[in-house]
């Protein structure tokens, strides 16, 4: 392989690249785009499943005259969930309380024998166990917009839920043999904040800060008089979540940069003031007067024949008596017509084409003066030159007979 060569490949290699990457430059791309929103996924995409842990407070009307430190009980939960929206989720679960008041007297639910209260009360305590229902509402998705990768999300719920009681039972001595159910559900509204830190795209830890409104525990056995119980807790969770995790968003185009365009626009500046100009001359064209052309008035009618043909058609016939018709008429009442043959000069003799011109005017008198038209107004004539002028490819329209008023 010669120098010229590898110099013709070398740069064929480089105009293609430099053409591929321009190409490149200008197609344009597909991203997803989260500000455009999300698409909803299947019903089996965004389950979690939440444990949690944390210390509960009562605020009854009673409770209130007991320590605060001595307030502070457990509380736990576990929940499975499933995010239906970016912002929109529910959770059901099971959950625990153990909630610590005070009671007037020794005979009520979970009084605990031998904790006299010294302002007139009895320590009471108990233990809740139950279910409950969430609706969620993600308060960072709903005013930010949805972002796969944010750390930070706070998530407001209300749900409600019902609960068995457990006290501890007590013999004549005062001994306690363990928990017992105390023949008590008891319903809960609760409403609470989440706040939830995604430490991978698995798994997120929250503080959960819920109120609680226990409808209260019975009094004394048999009596269905509650007391209202105000609580509010605090949870530290942990989440899991399934697959699948994130949301897809629509798929956008992104156009790339757009060229220098200044070329470009000074052609379109030129191409306006091209229309306005010949806008501004039609309009002068519309506006300027039309002179009334001046034509040549032709025959009265035109006859035509084939090649070598001086008979009439019988079409022929029928347009010579409606030509007689237009004669006899009021306005051609006083005319007198010049009936003149024609026959092409490019085929046949000259003697064949006089003969021919002339039976064909008789022809057509003849039918004329037949169709009522007198024959002194009518005068016979040939013509031996070619009826449509110069040229061979008129020549089927010299062969004809012509009627003109004279």
């Not at 001086?310 to 004669?327: F, K, W």
């Not at 006083?334 to 092409?344: E, H, K, L, P, Q």
Request: proline residues 4%; aromatic residues 10%.
């Amino acid at each position: 392989m010669n120098k010229a060569t590898l110099l013709a490949c070398a740069c064929a290699v480089f105009v293609g690249a430099q053409s591929l990457a321009a190409q490149e430059a200008n197609e344009v791309t597909y991203v997803s785009d989260p500000t455009q929103g999300v698409l909803i996924n299947r019903m089996q995409d965004n389950w979690f499943i939440t444990a949690e842990g944390g210390a509960n407070i009562s605020f009854s009307s009673h409770a209130i005259h007991r320590d605060l430190s001595d307030r502070f009980a457990p509380a736990a939960g576990l929940y499975v969930g499933k995010h239906f929206t970016p912002v929109f989720g529910a959770r059901v679960g099971f959950s625990y309380y153990q909630l610590k008041g005070l009671a007037t007297g020794p005979g009520f639910i979970g009084v605990l024998q031998g904790e006299y209260h010294p302002d007139g009360y009895w320590k009471q305590k108990t233990n809740e166990f139950g279910g409950a229902f969430d609706i969620m509402v993600n308060l960072t998705n709903w005013w930010c917009g949805y972002k796969p990768n944010r750390v930070y999300n706070a998530t407001v719920y209300a749900g409600a839920g019902a609960y068995f009681t457990m006290e501890k039972k007590y013999d004549s001595q005062g001994n306690s043999d363990g928990w017992h159910n105390a023949q008590d559900v008891i319903p809960a509204l609760r409403a609470g904040i989440i706040n939830s830190f995604n430490v991978s795209k698995q798994v997120a830890i929250s503080l959960d800060i819920r109120w609680t409104g226990f409808d209260g525990i019975q009094n004394e056995p048999g009596n269905s008089w509650n007391q209202d119980t105000p609580n509010l807790s605090a949870f530290l969770g942990l989440t899991y979540k399934f697959k699948n995790r994130e949301w897809e968003a629509p798929v956008v185009p992104v156009c790339p940069p757009a060229e220098n365009c200044d070329a470009l626009r000074a052609r379109l500046s030129a191409a306006d003031a091209r229309i306005s100009d010949l806008e501004n001359q039609l309009r002068a064209a519309l506006n300027r007067s039309v002179p009334t052309p001046e034509c040549e008035e032709g025959p009265l009618a035109t006859v035509y024949y084939p090649i070598g043909v001086s008979r009439l058609s019988r079409e022929n016939s029928r347009v010579v008596r409606a030509i007689a018709n237009v004669m006899n008429s009021e306005k051609y009442a006083n005319s007198n017509f010049v009936i003149t043959g024609w026959a092409d000069n490019y085929t046949g003799t000259d003697a064949i084409n006089d003969r021919l011109r002339t039976r064909r005017a008789e022809g057509v008198k003849n039918l004329l003066v037949n169709s009522g038209v007198s024959a002194d107004r009518l005068e016979v004539a040939t013509n031996n030159a070619n009826l449509m002028g110069d040229g061979d490819q008129y020549v089927a329209l010299d062969r004809a007979v012509t009627i003109n008023e004279k």
